[in-house]
């Protein structure tokens, strides 16, 4: 993956990041449960320093249940989740996969928060598991 680009639902954010990507996980804190509207959260973690965004994005910040803050940006315009940046993950831009343009390469490798897990959900495959956040 060289190039990762995308935005969001109404065109006014675009983001995109240059490399390999550092991670691609599933959280199903009930934190992100409730950002995404959905039963868990997927990103894709990327340097800070290869990320670059255009377009005004609003911010909402609080402290995870782990006692650290983590930043959520999204699009004021439309409410597209766009990127989280967390404390607890110094210099990692996790961009919101959903807003991708291109998801075809996209394959989990780590899924953490799995004690909040929605009782239906079943990722199955090989991903590796956490009850909590890593670390």
């Not at 940046?85 to 996790?94: K, N």
């Amino acid at each position: 993956m060289a190039k990762i680009a995308g935005g969001c639902l109404c065109g006014k954010v675009r983001y995109s990041a240059e490399g390999e990507p550092a991670f691609v996980g599933v959280c199903h804190c009930t934190d992100c449960q409730k950002f995404t509207g959905s039963a868990f959260g997927v990103v894709v973690g990327v340097p800070k320093p290869v990320f670059s965004m255009q377009g005004k994005v609003t911010t909402y910040s609080k402290t995870s249940d782990a006692g650290k803050s983590i930043s959520r940006q999204f699009c004021p315009e439309c409410g597209s989740s766009i990127a989280d940046e967390a404390e607890a993950m110094p210099g990692v831009v996790m961009i919101a996969t959903g807003t991708l343009d291109d998801t075809s390469w996209l394959k989990p490798g780590v899924q953490i928060y799995c004690d909040s897990a929605q009782s239906w959900v079943n990722l199955g495959g090989e991903i590796r598991s956490f009850a909590k956040m890593i670390g």
